[in-house]
Each structure stands twice: as C-alpha cells, then as structure tokens.
C-alpha cells in the first residue's frame, strides 16, 4: 500500500483504511464490499476497485463508509482511496473470505500439525491469502488491528491457523476462486472473551462469570505477589537443578488478571470488533476447552455469541460453523457425565439457529497421549469444516456429516437407534461397535452390546433387562467407533434427559 501526497502538506490527517484493506487482501465476492476509514471532518472521500465507485463524506469526528457494489471473482486489481490526499492497494483479489476463530485447537500452527514437513513446502497458494488478527485484550472495543494479508507460502503459513489453511486449501481446490482465511484466535481464551458488553447482559444467567472475573481482578495484586515468589524461588531452584544435573523444576503459572484472554469482553473488543463490518462469506469457531467447566451454560453462550457476531457485521444469518471437541483429557468414569461430553452437546446445540453446521471431531484425539487436548491432525478437521461448508454455503452435492440421532426406541429389553446420514454405517476398525452404554429406571449407564441394523444399531445388555435409554461417547476420552461411507463419525448423543453436572450459570 502506498500513499500519494506530500510529507510537506502542514497539519490534518491524511486519508486512513484500516489493516484489513492493505496489499494482497481478498474481497467477499458476490456481496457489497463495505470500506472504511478516516480522513478530515467533511471530507469527500471516493473509493474505486475494477471500474466501480463509491463516495463519501467524513463525519465531524473524521471517519467515512462505502459500499462497492458486489463483484464476482477475479483480480488481481488496484483500489484507490482518494480524498485531499490518496493511497493505492495493490494485489486486490475478489473471491471467499472465511474468519476463524477461537483458542488453542484453532490457533495451533501449521508448522505443529504431523506430516509438516511435507505440508509446509507445499503450501504455495498465490490465490489464498492469509490475515491474522493479533492477539489483543481490549477493555473497549478498537477501531484497528496491528496485521497485514499475505500470500500463502511456505514461511507465511507456518504460524498460521492449521484448520484455517486446511480449510482454504480444500475450498480453494473445490471452487477455483481466491480464498482469503481471517484468524482472530487466542490460546487459553474462554467464550465470554469473544462476546460483547451487550451480550453478556443479555441473560442473568451470564452474570456469575462476570462476578467471578471481578474478583479475580480484585485478588490479582496480592496473588501477583505470591507468584512472585514462587517465580523467584522457582529460579533459583533451576539453577541448583542445573548444577546438580538433574531434571528442572516446573515454572509456576502466572495468575489470571488484567490482559489474560480470561477477561469477558476481551477479545471481542480488541480482535473481532474492529474486523468488521469486512465483509465475509462465514464464521468458523472452534473453542469450548476452557469453560469445560460450565458446559451447560456454553449452550446460552454459543447461541448469543452467534447472534450477537451477526449482529454485528449486520447481514442477516452469515453461516457460522462450529468445530465440536474432540476426545482428550484423562479417562472418565462412564458412570458420570463428563464436562467434555456436556460441552459437544452444547455446542451441538448451535445448530438449532439457523445456517449453522457442526464439524464432528470425536476420533481425532490421541489415544496414545489422551491427556493431550491438542491432536495435530489438523488435515481432518480442515476437510470436515470444508464439507460444512461445501454443503451448507455452496450448495454442493457431498455427505457433510456422520451419522446423527434420529429415534431411539425401546424393544423388549433392548433399544433399537436409528441415524440420519448412515448410509454404509460401519466400525471404523471393523470389529464389535463400541462407545455405547445403556440404562434403565435407576438412571445407572452401563457398557452396552450394540449390533448394526441397517441404518441403525440394537443397543441391549443382559444386566438391563428393562432399558429406557441410551448414549454414545458420553465421557471425555470415549471409544466410539461408528461411522458412515464417507468415513465421518457419528455424533456423540443421549436419549435421557439427566441434569448438567457441570455449571449452569446460576
């Protein structure tokens, strides 16, 4: 990006987008191109693209809007800014703009991912581009960004979001079109982070965790002061250790407070607010680990976030895509409902609101280290969320699910289950089907024999004789093994209606 005037000029600001308009960027095709920036009070301001203009004035505090009529795929072309002064963008492409966002899972790199050094040095994709949104804890909402677009390349996509260039990799294959990939994600980031002031208001059941934060925020100087402790302790017994040669203590974790990806609003404020009203064709998130521990009240908080994101880029029901957990943490007792099976029904739950779709990942963890909640294949959930959304946005003809829950009913001393999008249902590993369980009048699960029945299994154990209800891969690390002809996996369910264990927000 270059601007055309005169360092000389004396005094007013001179014609401002922006990061998300700068070199190499990629426009939503199909859809009015809303840009956006500042300039002088009063100011005209004109912007062109590929033949089309739009104008302007600023307002009395300097900031100015357009909206380019929509324009179908192409480039690459020059837009020009121009007011008292001007600024080119060069390298223009239009074509998809998806954004990606959430914590760890989503922001692991492509350089973290198993096969890397195959994947890196093919990952020339001149036509995708790449946007990355800093990490950035706001106690208001921003204007701006500190980022730049990049051509996808070996070195540029190394620290980008592997599911997002997994995903744009496989659309840009599918649809011939440029693909710009949007990622505002956070490490360690809980949903409340990501949703506004307004949203958080919006449900008395929000509050606790807003007076939770609040305390945190008031214990932090004297907590500061114990880890200060350990962190000095901590490094003078490295030293020692090092001396002696033996193994290093554990560095202690810093305590929550002012900046932590913890704070509600946080996120929203400083990574996704000043992103929009950039035109785009969808969301993707994929986040839920850290409020593990309210799992049930994440129903409510996917349901506003996804509302309130719409909302705030103002054009209707944008399809959100949602990435359920995958199996991690340590083995639970199948006798009790685990916080992470919670969670994958709440997040299932998104799909209840309009344009959603739900990426399965039950059989993506690592079953050799299922402590790790961070399995790096991360080709699987790219191609998963990109049948999503082949399926929900572009209308292809593809199986974009696994098996889902469509009956259950009782026979006998068994409970017969039928699935939608079963076609070819199978074992994965072809032997016995696992990851059922079954229960009776006292509510007490039980592992279950299950047998596949066509588009169905017959669910039954001899210590049940009189079943009323079932589920499949209720705990954290579950052994399912059901999928359809499309080798997606079945999505984990239950038939009974038992209360949350984990918080409900009250």
């Known amino acids: 990006m270059s601007y055309l005037f005169l360092m000389g000029l004396p005094l007013g600001a ?14 939503q095709r199909q859809m009015k191109i809303p840009v956006w920036g500042t300039g002088d009070p009063g100011e005209k301001i004109a912007v062109t693209l590929n033949g089309q203009s739009a104008e302007a004035t600023a307002d009395s505090t300097g900031n100015w809007k357009v909206s380019l009529p929509p324009m179908e795929a192409g480039g690459p072309y020059t837009m020009t800014v121009k007011g008292s002064d001007s600024l080119t963008i060069d390298d223009v492409l239009i074509g998809e703009v998806w954004l990606f966002s959430g914590q760890s899972n989503m922001e692991l790199m492509t350089k973290g991912v198993h096969n890397y050094l195959q994947e890196l040095p093919a990952a020339n994709f001149p036509q995708i581009r790449l946007f990355m949104s800093p990490r950035s804890v706001k106690e208001q909402p921003v204007n701006n960004v500190a980022g730049a677009w990049a051509p996808c390349t070996p070195k540029s996509v190394a620290d980008f979001s592997a599911v997002a260039y997994f995903t744009g990799r496989e659309l840009f294959q599918k649809l011939n079109v440029p693909i710009g990939l949007v990622q505002a994600t956070y490490s360690g980031s809980v949903i409340e982070a990501w949703m506004s002031h307004e949203m958080l208001q919006s449900d008395p059941d929000f509050k606790p965790l807003q007076d939770r934060w609040l305390k945190t925020l008031a214990d932090y100087p004297q907590a500061k002061i114990a880890y200060d402790a350990r962190l000095q302790a901590w490094q003078e017994a490295t030293v020692q250790a090092k001396a002696a040669n033996i193994p290093l203590p554990l560095q202690p974790r810093p305590p929550s407070g002012p900046g932590s990806p913890l ?8 990574e996704l607010y000043p992103l929009a009203p950039f035109a785009l064709r969808g969301f993707v998130w994929y986040q839920g680990e850290g409020n593990a521990p309210t799992a049930f009240l994440y129903r409510k908080e996917l349901a506003t976030l ?7 880029w103002g054009e209707g029901d944008i399809p ?4 359920q957990l995958p199996s991690g943490q340590p083995i639970a ?21 309009p344009k959603t779709g739900l990426v399965v990942t039950i ?3 690592d079953a050799a280290h299922h402590e790790q909640i961070h399995p790096n294949n991360k080709q699987d959930v790219g191609h998963r969320v990109a049948l999503q959304a082949e399926k929900l946005v572009y209308g292809m003809d593809v199986v974009a699910s696994g098996p889902v829950l469509r009956a259950a009913t009782v026979t006998g001393n068994s409970i017969n289950v039928a699935f939608d999008s079963a076609e070819g249902l199978k074992t994965k590993d072809g032997g016995p089907v696992a990851g059922f369980e079954i229960a009776g009048d006292d509510k007490k699960y039980v592992p279950a024999t299950a047998v596949i029945t066509g588009d169905g299994v017959m669910v039954h154990a001899d210590t049940v004789p009189n079943p009323k209800t079932t589920r499949y891969d209720w705990s954290d ?5 059901l999928f359809n002809a ?6 984990p369910f239950r038939t009974d209606d038992l209360p949350p264990k984990s918080f409900n927000g009250r």
């Not at 996804?306 to 705030?312: D, F, N």
């Not at 919670?342 to 739950?349: F, H, K, V, Y």
């Not at 499309?486 to 999505?491: E, G, V």
Request: glycine residues 8%.
């Open 363 to 365: 059989d993506l963890g």
């Open 477 to 481: 690390f579950p052994d399912g093994n």
């Open 263 to 270: 704070a509600p609003c946080g996120l929203y404020n400083g």
């Open 333 to 353: 007792d199948l006798s009790k409902s685990a916080n992470w099976a919670e969670m994958r029904e709440s997040q299932a739950m998104a799909l209840d609101l």
């Open 306 to 312: 996804i509302r309130g994101w719409r909302e705030l």
């Open 486 to 491: 499309a080798d997606l996996p079945m999505r």
């Open 320 to 323: 959100f895509i949602v990435v």
């Open 14 to 27: 001179h014609v401002t987008v922006p990061s998300l308009f700068t070199d190499h960027m990629v426009l």
